[in-house]
C-alpha cells in the first residue's frame, strides 16, 4: 500500500511538465487502434477533454470511472475517464470540467486544478484527447447521467499504484483482432486510452513521491 499525503498532491504538479515528455503512452498503447498515437495529429482529429479526478481524503483517495452503456455513440460497453468533444474555441480544461458534471453530475466549483497531462491522439475515433489533472478534497455524491453512463467505478488511488497487474488481451472489433496492454477492474478489462492516461498518472505519482 502507498500511503498518500497532501505533499504528495502538491509536489505532482511539478512532475507534470517532466512526464509530458517520457512518452508515458506508448507502454500502454494497443497494437492496432492507437497504433499511430505516435505520430502527428490528423487536422481532422477532433479536440476531446477528459478530466481525472483524485477524489477525497489522501488515505482513501479514488479516481472515478464510467462504464459506457451499449448504446453509447462512442466507446461502447468501454470503461473511461468523463469526458468528451470540446465545443467550438472552448479551452481544455472548462470543457473537461463541463463533461465531467454533465456525465456525473459534480458541480465545478468542487474541483480544484492540479494541471493538464500529456495529449494524445486516438487515432481509431479521429479524437486528440487533452487530459486534466484536478482534486476533489471532499467525497461528493455522484448523480451520473443514464444516457452516458451504464455505472460509475470508484478506482481506489491506492490500488491503481499497488493493487493492479498490467496484461495484455486480444480485443476484437468488427474483423479486426490486436492485442492491447490494460488491466482487469470489477471484472471489466481497462485498456485504451484510459489506460494510457492513467499509466501516466501512476508514474507521475511515484516521481512525485520520490521527489
Known amino acids: 500500500m502507498m500511503l498518500m499525503t497532501g505533499d504528495v498532491f502538491e509536489s505532482i504538479r511539478n512532475q507534470l511538465e517532466d512526464c509530458s515528455k517520457l512518452r508515458l503512452h506508448r507502454a500502454m498503447a494497443p497494437e492496432l487502434s492507437y497504433g499511430r498515437h505516435r505520430g502527428p495529429c490528423r487536422s481532422s482529429a477532433k479536440p476531446c477533454g477528459v478530466m481525472v479526478a483524485l477524489v477525497g481524503p489522501p488515505e482513501s483517495c479514488h479516481i472515478p470511472l464510467m462504464l459506457r452503456p451499449e448504446s453509447a455513440p462512442a466507446h461502447p460497453g468501454q470503461v473511461s475517464l468523463p469526458g ?6 472552448e479551452p481544455t480544461w472548462e470543457g473537461s470540467l463541463r463533461e465531467f458534471e454533465e456525465e456525473l453530475g459534480i458541480p465545478l466549483a468542487c474541483h480544484r486544478p492540479i494541471g493538464p497531462m500529456s495529449s494524445l491522439f486516438v487515432f481509431a475515433s479521429r479524437h486528440i484527447v487533452f487530459p486534466w489533472l484536478s482534486r476533489i478534497e471532499e467525497e461528493p455524491t455522484y448523480y451520473p447521467n443514464a444516457r452516458e453512463v451504464r455505472e460509475i467505478l470508484r478506482l481506489p488511488l491506492n490500488d491503481l499504484m499497488c493493487g493492479i497487474q ?8 468488427g474483423n479486426a483482432s490486436f492485442l492491447a496492454p490494460g488491466f482487469q477492474y470489477g471484472g471489466l478489462f481497462v485498456w485504451g486510452a484510459t489506460a494510457m492516461i492513467l499509466n501516466e498518472l501512476r508514474v507521475l505519482i511515484e516521481m512525485a513521491a520520490s521527489a
Open 166 to 173: 498490467f496484461e495484455r488481451r486480444l480485443i476484437r472489433r
Open 84 to 89: 468528451g468533444r470540446l465545443k467550438k474555441n
